[in-house]
């Protein structure tokens, strides 16, 4: 393994601006200007908001949620495997630039997509998230060799704050080519969404060579030589799993993330097209508002940082829960523009937060002298995607059953209970 100096300041910034590259897409695409455009595409006079997909009937919010769905159940599956392979052989570079070159590229082909290529462009949708899946756990995986323990809230924190000042970044360019197509003598409707599609692709890969040429080759953890691919797979994954038993604070804090990152993580992909469907905002209004919570998801981050030096990142973590649940609640009885904005406005505050706390505090867990911080980052990634599956499925599903966004939301609010409740257990268990 190349020589880590931990904490070196440019080796953490060269490994944040990888946040600062694949935010754009969980932005743009995940977020804010596909969503919206993908409603208004697959919206018609004929058919409402019913789409054919390769013959089937379903509502088209319903379809994205389910393909997401599908994106993360997948890798999901595929994603311990191909982490305990990364360590075995000492590839997590270039496992991490295959997922990255398959987003960026991914994202690139969205700019063909349009309603008479509908399966087409689901597909590019489902692969560009599959990318940004893979690119983000080895990108994580990186966390505790970079960092000392004392230094990971404020790492992680970083992470962020570099992801959201970037995707903002591109979110403000794509904004002018959206709002004032005509700058740039664009006539094609369609046309300068597609355009945002591309620029994300262009800015993922683009800044993606930074962290690419800095961040050091891991060398594998073992002796591998003669052993076959399921062999490094095998031994590699055992290894892990035998270490995780062996560390009760992970298999108490996984069970808790997993119930409220099945909420967070739901929320933050379906809120413009919550937006959207109970108020009609329009897309300039959405764009904004989503720009203003990556900004006030800045402050979030390096404030629940600075909070959990104080009182412990459990203690932060109930607090930060439990405004979460008041969020889906008043989700449910949303009416008025001003009342989205508030509630756009908390969702910045405490978004930034629990992901930059909730990466760091697992980061924590993992004892200093392990190298295959891939393998062990898999269980935390995995959860966080199969959580994202079953909240994506359930809000998608409540839809399609009762055609009532509202009731989608406040569903999620029962997943962000239980995930309080194992919170406060692991916060007494540590007391007694």
Known sequence: MEAIVKNNKKLIRSWAMFDWANSAYNLVITSTIFPVYYTAITTTKEHGDVVRFFGIEVVNTA?????????????????????????????????????????????????????????????????????????????????????????????????????????????????????????????????????????????????????????????????????????????????????????????????????????????????????????????ERLIATILLIQLVAILGAFLMSYLSTLFGNIKVLIVVVMIWIGICISAFYLSTPLQFYIIAALVGLVMGGIQSLSRSTYSKLIPTDIKDTTAFFSFYDVTEKVAIVIGLFSFGFIEQVTHNIRYSALVLSLFFVIGLLLLIRILVSNKS
């Open 63 to 283: 379809l994205s949620n389910f393909s997401l769905a599908f994106a993360y159940l997948l890798m999901s599956f595929s994603l311990p495997f191909i982490s305990s392979y990364a360590d075995a052989k000492g590839k997590k570079k270039e496992i991490m630039k295959f997922f990255t070159y398959v987003g960026a590229v991914a994202c690139m082909c969205l700019f063909f997509f349009k309603l008479e290529t509908l399966e087409i462009g689901i597909i590019c949708f489902v692969l560009a998230a599959m990318g940004y899946i893979g690119g983000v756990l080895f990108n994580n995986s990186y966390l505790p060799l970079l960092a000392t323990v004392d230094q990971q809230d404020k790492v992680s924190a970083q992470g962020f704050a570099y992801g959201y000042i970037g995707c903002v970044t591109l979110q403000i360019l794509c904004f002018i080519v959206v709002l004032k197509p005509e700058w740039f003598g664009i006539t094609d409707a369609s046309l300068p969404a597609r355009i945002s599609f591309l620029m994300v692709g262009l800015w993922w890969l683009g800044f993606s060579m930074i962290p690419f040429k800095y961040l050091p080759k891991i060398d594998a953890t073992e002796n591998n030589t003669g052993k076959s691919f399921v062999q490094n797979v095998r031994d590699e994954f055992g290894h892990v799993i035998q270490k995780i038993k062996g560390i009760p604070e992970i298999k108490q804090f996984l069970p808790a993330f997993f119930f409220y990152a099945i909420g967070v993580q739901t929320l933050m992909i379906v809120a413009s097209s919550f937006g959207e469907k109970i108020l009609h905002l329009g897309a």
